[in-house]
């Protein structure tokens, strides 16, 4: 070997390998030793197929004798990714590429293999990274949405599928503004053009509340933030979406209560003006009547009139109650006899006489037993109205997961959802005549106690309030 020719032998940081026309090492340089782990001494003169894993091992011997037989190459001339075998029986990835000679008549062939190992590591790293990533994405809890500088959708996460009711192929490769409402849908074109071309931001680099549509057209608060990358030149645009739908709604109700409250407190004020001067005056028309004899006509017109200050009373003392709610006291309560009283209460009331009460079960808890009698003997009430003072309530107490739970379940047409939604709210009420108190006063009373109260529409008709509270501990 001509000294350059040996020194590029040796000097070559890829492997060299020279094979005979049986497969037989001839050469072997510092650079194979260092990729197998081989000394030359240990490799010259044995088959070339100890440097390589199984299949390849035993296929080799019949490839090269199929080569030298029909001289149909499969590597020779060219070069692909194989697999090499070191000397501690592991394997590594490399570029092999052969070539044929002739050395005195007798074909020969040399191999150049370039180790692979760190290409490899790499591209088994980026693929990780970019399966974390992808992983990132989809399983985000907020919608993620990149778009190229036209605004045409390039990706878009299942939970921005969630969030705007779109499939992932019902969007890919559309403009980005069928996802909001007018009139940010017909500007947002412009303003991605005027980005483009002064570099002037509104929301790049920063988050900001906008409105989003959804694929049924229905509008919901997102809280949107973009980021601008860079990709081979080409520009795109990543938006997270944050749903403020509940926020929102949770301020609504919140600026809704305080206005509640101060509505409450001015009719609490009310409340407590009107109610010493209807006391003084039904106490008079009392005094009146009772001196009136009976056959009289005008004593029929002052029963009358007291029934109303009645009834004006306890709307007053609605309205008291749920402004100025009294501090519950904590005392045995068996909610059997509780509701056997308040059932007798609605029985000896003459309008009610073709109300039938079925009364179940029995369970003792800790209460306030003359604010609990309020809440069940309005229920009870609601319940006979819906039925025109005509049909039956089942009124069922047991004992549900260590909790106690009243059900009141009447006949009556039952309450559609849009008003099941609304009826805890105050001053609600689908009666010709009340404060539409009863319910949020039912709800406050009950919750205080830690328990829960709904309503439901059972299948079989009319309507079902459950009350749920804790038993002692």
Known sequence: MEPILQSIFESAVDGIIVIDGKGLIKAFNPGAERLFGYTAGEVLGQNVKVLMPGPDRDQHDRYLA???????????????????RRKDGSTFPLHLSVGRMDIDGEPAFTGILHDLSRRVEIEEALRKSEERVRSIVESAVDGIIVIDERGLIQAFNPSAERLFGYGLNEVLGRNVNMLMPSPDRERHDGYIHQYLTTGEQKIIGIGREVTGRRKDGTTFPVHLSVGEMVNEGRRSFTGILHDLSDRVALENRLAEQKSLAKLGEMAAVVAHEVKNPIA?????????TSRMPAEQRDRGVLIDIIARLDALNRIVQDMLMFARPRALRQEPVSLAALLGDTVALIERDPTMSHVQIALSGAADISGDREMLQVVFQNILMNAAQAMENKGRIEVSIGTVNGRCS????????????????????????TK???????LPIARRVIEAHGGTIQIDAPPSGGTMVTIVLPLPR
Request: net charge neutral.
């Open 66 to 84: 199929n080569y030298l037989e029909t001289g149909i190459p499969r590597i020779i001339g060219t070069g692909r990714e194989v697999q090499g």
């Open 280 to 288: 003084g005056i039904r106490g008079a028309l009392q005094v009146i």
């Open 432 to 438: 010709h005549r009340g404060t539409g108190l009863g």
């Open 406 to 429: 009243v059900a009141i379940a009447d006949q009556g047409p039952g309450m559609p959802e849009d008003v099941r939604a609304k009826a805890f709210d105050a001053f609600f009420t």
